[in-house]
């Protein structure tokens, strides 16, 4: 069992930068590769950056590319999103997530742990 909890969200202007960090307690954290989702009102929860599970392998949304860096410390158990560049379009609920195995998905059914998210407003 994983329990995952975000936090570093808020309201930034446009052009800004924002830090998401993912705190996961539980045992193993190094044996999930993790993955960040964003959900804006009325629209599907999509993918927006992954992790390998050491930390070697990234992947990202094209949406993002350039923009945002996900990064991991598995002493820490930390999973984390630097977010640079901000645009109205970036604004949603983000969420980290947990996938038992050794791919990166990018489909939000493959991953077995959720956070409860955390607000990323970028205002025009």
């Known amino acids: 069992q994983v329990q995952l909890v975000e936090s570093g969200g808020g309201l930034v202007q446009a052009g800004g930068s924002l830090r998401l960090s993912c705190a996961a307690s539980?045992?193993?954290?190094?044996?999930?590769?993790m993955g960040w989702f964003r959900q804006a009102p009325g629209k599907e929860r999509e993918f927006v950056a992954g992790?390998?599970?050491?930390?070697?392998?990234?992947n990202y949304a094209d949406s993002v590319k350039g923009r945002f860096t996900i990064s991991r410390d598995n002493a820490k158990n930390t999973v984390y999103l630097q977010m640079n560049n901000l645009k109205p379009e970036d604004t949603a609920l983000y969420y980290c997530?947990?996938?038992?195995?050794?791919?990166?998905?990018?489909?939000?059914?493959?991953?077995?742990?959720w956070g409860q998210g955390t607000q990323v407003t970028a205002s025009s």
């Open positions: 539980g045992r193993f954290f190094s044996s999930y590769t």
């Open positions: 992790i390998s599970r050491s930390g070697g392998s990234t």
């Open positions: 997530a947990a996938n038992f195995g050794f791919v990166t998905p990018t489909s939000a059914s493959e991953y077995d742990y």
